[in-house]
């Protein structure tokens, strides 16, 4: 059996759904990161203690939420309030 061969015979025997199986890890690993980006934002800010750990623990609570919130109101503000 040759080279070429034994790639076609590799090829019809693929089921193309093993092809595709990180299609279904992706959200989860976007979201990951996602929320790993906010956890360290919230770290990084000038809020209290008391603040970050609030924070932190709305995170874990709603964990698309959670940074989508501290991304889009939360994070803006706190620089507001620094000027």
């Known amino acids: 059996m040759s080279a070429s061969e ?4 590799a090829a019809e025997s693929t089921n ?3 092809t595709w199986w990180f299609l279904g890890f992706l959200p ?3 979201l990951v ?20 750990v609030l924070f932190i623990a709305a995170t ?4 698309f939420l959670g940074p989508l919130i501290w991304f889009l ?9 620094r000027r």
Do not use: C
């Open 6 to 9: 034994l790639y076609v015979a």
């Open 16 to 18: 193309p759904n093993d």
């Open 28 to 30: 989860i690993l976007l």
């Open 33 to 52: 990161a996602f929320w790993i980006a906010a956890v360290i934002s919230i770290i990084a800010s000038g809020y209290t203690i008391a603040a970050k």
């Open 60 to 63: 874990f609570a709603l964990p």
């Open 73 to 81: 109101f939360v994070r803006g503000r706190e620089d507001k309030q």
